[in-house]
């Protein structure tokens, strides 16, 4: 059975950090897209970056590039979001996300940026 489990998430102040976790489980990874994304209240939900499990190649989208890092340790089969600079635009809950020929979404979790 394949899990994602988020953990990290919370409240901080604006300019403050945060590091998102996303622990995997049930399989192999190597040949898969790992994501984080974010779903704000009435908005869609949207990509934020991406890494590829094996080779480590990063995707950023406009709006975090230069603030969040996307990082992953194979040997705990674990992925990152390190946000700095936090705004409060980046309120949401967060997801990661697992992509190959089927896909797999953890249950989310609030980061909530204060003004």
């Known amino acids: 059975q394949v899990q994602l489990v988020e953990s990290g998430g919370g409240l901080v102040q604006a300019g403050g950090s945060l590091r998102l976790s996303c622990a995997a489980s049930g399989r192999t990874f190597s040949n898969y897209l790992m994501g984080w994304f974010r779903q704000a209240p009435g908005k869609e939900r949207d990509v934020v970056a991406t890494?590829?499990?094996?080779?480590?190649?990063?995707y950023y989208s406009d709006s975090v590039k230069g603030r969040f890092t996307i990082s992953r340790d194979i040997a705990k089969n674990t992925m990152y979001l390190q946000m700095n600079s936090l705004k409060p635009e980046d309120t949401a809950v967060y997801y990661c996300k697992a992509t190959h020929w089927d896909s797999y979404w953890g249950q989310g979790t609030q980061v909530t940026v204060s003004s």
């Open positions: 890494i590829t499990w094996s080779g480590g190649r990063t």
